[in-house]
């Protein structure tokens, strides 16, 4: 077991999710966390993870300094780095706007274990102001890249470790190697982390918790809700009623397909509820991103509160529904999101998830709370969910109403509609559906000038965007073939009334994001 303490940053939990991957396990605690606290979990190791504060300035945080004493291998990153260093006494220097981002070749300075059956020089990622520039006593160099003296440092006796670079992020290309180098090399920890057997362990626990009541679910026909549903319903399928609702943001064809696909799966109370007016009469002269987030939000929370008093009145043939469990696909990324954890970290976009509200009067049922989203799918399909349904591509609940940027109006919702259905169909039909990890089409608010049958048009632009990525946190533009690109280019600004030019989106996350708001 790991300890990773959470100092803010965008990482932290990617930490966890990597050191699981190969194979021991990791909690995440936030980065005040007691000394007893940290005891508690009887840890081989302690992880300090990157932070956006500086060690230098004011808004500098530290964690319960005794960590140091308890004789466990430390490896700090980025901000955890330069408060090993700080600690130990080393030297720090501000770089103020200087910033350093992206990918960078590190050279190995030292043999290290951390680095053990790695090459001499290694691509790593970089995001970082400050950094470490004369070493405490007992500390060596161990790797150094152009911009950084100090890329890697230890002390090796005390096995202290520290890293200016993420190796938890899939841009350090030998990452994981080196987090397992730590867990297992360093701080000779077991590997006793593994998924087997774990659908029959929620089952039985989501029979031991609700008993003989109901539970009511909302599904979107992302992956999270339908692995929630599958599991619900494999555990108390009388008991279950799930709901999808229409908000009008969906993607073409996507209602009919959850539909079928849901009726399919034989759920024995299953609805969808057409509030599609109710959003777009909502989200009617709304500009901003986190407003629009919201309104969906409240709004979806409307509907089904009146879903759910419905379903508890319904008397006749339709028998009343005992409803007194809500279930939620939270995941483990979700619930550190919103926590105590992540006090120290930037809000960047408002949570993803709701939280329906507290009067509903219903206990709150998250069986995957636990899980991160590749362990989702793989519980998905030990449930015997198609393949195709658990990997399928991430969409955000707002729909696309974050891809629409400003305003949203049906007319903008047609056209990024229509657009965003070529552009998939174009992605499947080139064999590429796997290689890229999320793929839709965008509307920017402008209009341009263009001609068509010798006539001038004044019309939008649509934004392709395609990235490849493991996880979401960090991700690349794909790199799609010229050819597919032009006839998905000619396509849309053919077949697409109102939109008059295509453009390819080739901005990584981070800076950009991958949604557009
Ligand atoms: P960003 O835009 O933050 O997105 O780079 C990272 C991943 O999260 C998805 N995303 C959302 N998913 N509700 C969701 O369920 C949301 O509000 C939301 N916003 C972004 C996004 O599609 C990408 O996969």
């Known amino acids: 077991m790991i300890v990773v303490l959470d100092f803010g940053g965008q990482f932290a939990h990617l930490i966890v999710r990597r050191i699981k991957d190969v194979g021991a396990n990791a909690e995440i ?10 005891k508690k979990r009887k840890p081989q190791g302690i992880i300090l993870s990157g932070g956006p504060a500086a060690i230098t300035g004011k808004n500098a945080i530290f964690p319960d300094l005794r960590l140091f004493d308890l004789q466990l291998p430390v490896l700090g990153i980025c901000y955890g780095e330069q408060l090993i260093a700080w600690h130990y006494g080393g030297g720090l220097a501000t770089r103020g706007d200087q910033r350093q981002y992206g990918k960078e070749m590190m050279k190995m300075a030292a043999d290290s274990d951390l680095f053990k059956g790695l090459e001499k020089e290694e691509q790593v990622w970089m995001s970082h102001g400050d950094a470490v520039t004369t070493l405490p006593e007992g500390f060596e160099v161990t790797g150094t890249t152009k911009k950084c003296p100090v890329a890697a440092f230890e002390n090796k006796a005390r096995k202290l470790y520290g890293v200016q670079f993420h190796p938890e992020v899939a841009h350090t290309k030998n990452g994981s190697r080196m987090l397992a180098n730590f867990v297992f090399g ?15 362990k929620l089952i039985n626990e989501v029979r031991e918790e609700v008993g003989k009541e109901g539970v009511l679910i909302a599904v979107s026909g992302g992956v999270d809700s339908l692995v929630t549903a ?12 799930a ?14 397909e959850t539909e079928s696909f849901f009726r399919k799966m034989g759920f024995r109370h299953f609805e969808v509820v057409d509030a599609s007016k109710s959003f ?9 991103p986190e407003q629009k987030r919201k309104i969906i939000g409240h709004t979806f929370i409307e509907v089904f509160e009146k879903k759910a008093k419905e379903l508890g009145k319904r008397t006749g043939r339709g028998k009343k529904a005992n409803i007194r469990f809500l279930a939620q696909g939270t995941i483990y990324p979700d619930r550190i999101e919103s ?12 949570h993803h998830n709701l939280t329906l509200p507290e009067k509903m009067d219903l206990k709150l049922l998250e069986p995957l709370k636990d899980l991160y989203k590749d362990e989702v799918r793989e519980l998905g399909e030990m449930l015997g969910l198609p393949k195709k349904r658990v990997w399928r591509q991430p969409f955000p609940g707002p729909g696309l109403a974050i891809r629409i940027l400003g305003e949203v109006t049906p007319e903008r919702v047609r056209i990024v509609r229509e657009a965003d259905a070529i552009f998939r169909e174009e992605i499947a039909k080139a064999g590429l559906e796997e290689k890229i990890w999320q793929y839709f089409a965008a509307l920017l608010p402008v209009k341009a000038v263009g001609v068509m049958a010798d006539e001038r048009t004044y019309e939008y632009i649509i934004s392709l965007r395609a990235v490849t990525s493991k996880d979401g946190m960090t991700a690349d533009w794909a790199k799609i073939p010229f050819a597919v690109l032009e006839k998905i280019s000619t396509r849309i600004s053919n077949d697409v009334k ?8 080739v901005s990584q996350k981070p800076p950009a994001t991958i949604e557009y708001e």
């Open 29 to 38: 605690l936030p980065y005040h966390a007691s000394v007893e606290e940290i």
């Open 186 to 200: 360093i701080c000779k920890a077991k590997k006793d982390y593994s998924l087997k057997g774990l659908d029959r």
């Open 230 to 241: 599958a599991l619900l319903n494999q555990a108390i399928a009388d008991q279950l009623y």
């Open 243 to 256: 709901v999808f609702i229409d908000t009008g943001l969906m993607r073409k064809g996507e209602v009919e």
């Open 280 to 288: 777009l009469g909502k989200l009617e002269g709304v500009m901003d």
């Open 339 to 350: 926590a105590q954890a992540s006090k120290a970290a930037d809000k960047i976009k408002s």
């Open 498 to 505: 109102g939109v008059n030019r295509v453009v390819y989106d």
